[in-house]
């Protein structure tokens, strides 16, 4: 199989549907032929996503549609475009939200709570097996059972922080939206499992 410079099926011999993955290890729909990221799907025709970048302008791609800047030496695979890096021991999460907004502030809370969660040593970036997410869903749902005064307004437990980020699986927990939940926990795939940081900041 040969795929063109947008990731779209130029030659194939044999049968395709063995073969679902495509550029960068997108998924091929075979129904719709768009190609899955994770977090949004990408069109081999147009060469762009359908949906614009979850991080908004802080991915710094002005079209909030295009793949990477240069998709011969860049991957994107979940399209999460730089929303995280770790610079120095610093942890740098893009502000996904607008400032002022509500998302926004809890971000900015939950941020100020994993900076006190961090040891002198730093947390490391670790891989999360299905068993160890698992335990960190079970605690989060016991501490939401057992704190539903917390969570009247339909907030997540947020683990303090993400065990993919490091963090304990039982917690401490936070009441938290889900949309800033998942872009924090989606955010860990931007960065290399085994990266240490000793501080967390937002950057816009």
Not at 5 to 29: I, N
Not at 51 to 63: E, R, V
Request: aromatic share 10%; proline share 6%; with cysteine.
């Amino acid at each position: 199989m040969l795929l063109d410079v947008y990731g779209k099926v130029a030659e194939c011999h044999g049968d395709r549907t063995l073969v679902p993955f495509r550029y960068q290890g997108q998924y091929e729909d075979g129904e719709t032929g768009l190609y899955y990221n994770r977090f949004r799907y990408y069109s081999p025709d147009m060469g762009m996503y359908i949906s614009s970048d979850p991080i908004g302008l802080a991915g710094n791609n002005p079209t909030l549609y295009g793949y990477v800047l240069d998709v011969n030496t860049w991957l994107d695979i979940l399209g999460l475009e730089k929303c995280a890096n770790v610079e120095d021991g610093v942890l740098k999460i893009k502000r996904k939200f607008s400032k002022g907004s509500k998302e926004s502030d809890e971000l900015e809370d939950f941020v100020s709570r994993w900076n006190k969660q961090i040891p002198p040593d730093g947390l490391t970036r670790q891989p999360v097996s299905r068993e160890l997410r698992k335990k960190a869903s079970d605690a989060a749902n016991k501490y939401r059972i057992d704190n539903p005064e917390l969570f009247k307004s339909g907030q997540v437990a947020g683990h303090i922080p993400d065990v993919g980020w490091g963090g304990n699986p039982q917690g401490p927990f936070v009441p938290i939206s889900s949309s800033v939940n998942s872009y924090l926990g989606g955010a860990t795939q931007a960065v290399p499992v085994g990266t240490t940081y000793t501080s967390v900041i937002i950057i816009d």
